[in-house]
């Protein structure tokens, strides 16, 4: 049975990526392996929890500094804003949650990383490929099987695409027949 080593202590994964030990750097590492795909606000705030004061700026700076040396992964799915996760070296992607934004990792369905076995690349050397599955989550579905069913109220006006002489696309607003509600003097 193979078993995964223990992470290193923040301090020691700083020190073997080159970096200095301060602080905030050990404070913003623990907080994205804390809180995993949080956005710079919510780690902000826990950073300032855990030291007391520190700037906006300075998370962002160290947030950089430790993608870079791939201590961390950002992701930024479409209409999010960027995101930090301490999983990283691994081949995995996310599920998004259309409703309220929940993220989550999902593992490779190959188990592999074929996505990085692209065909012509144009010159490009790959070395990562993102997938991002999008769909709802099962809060956000329990949610929606409580609501009542929308109400649906049709129209005695319906608009009908016709072509004209020409061969022309147009509409053409008609009475409806299949409504029992009579048109008042303004729709006749």
């Known amino acids: 049975m193979q078993t995964t080593p223990a992470p290193l202590p923040f301090e020691d994964q700083l020190r073997a990526a080159a970096l200095r030990v301060t602080a905030p750097r050990t404070a913003v590492l623990a907080e994205v392996h804390a809180r995993p795909h949080a956005d710079v606000e919510t780690l902000t705030t826990a950073v300032r929890a855990r030291l007391g004061s520190v700037s906006t700026q300075a998370v962002y700076d160290v947030l950089r500094a430790l993608t870079q040396a791939r201590l961390v992964r950002r992701i930024e799915p479409a209409g999010s804003p960027a995101r930090y996760e301490a999983r990283v070296g691994d081949n995995h992607h996310h599920v998004v949650c259309r409703s309220c934004g929940d993220l989550s990792d999902v593992d490779c369905v190959v188990g592999e990383a074929p996505c990085l076995d692209a065909p012509p690349t144009n010159g490009f050397v790959i070395d990562e490929a993102e997938v991002t599955y999008w769909g709802t989550c099962p809060s956000c579905q329990q949610a929606d099987s409580r609501r009542p069913a929308p109400t ?6 319906v608009a009908q695409r016709h072509t004209t002489p ?6 053409r607003i008609h009475q ?4 029992s509600t009579s048109p008042t003097k303004e729709q006749q």
Do not use: D, E
Not at 176 to 179: E, G, K, L, V
């Open 152 to 157: 649906v109220t049709t129209s005695p006006l």
């Open 166 to 171: 020409a061969g022309r696309s147009g509409s």
């Open 176 to 179: 409806s027949t299949s409504s």
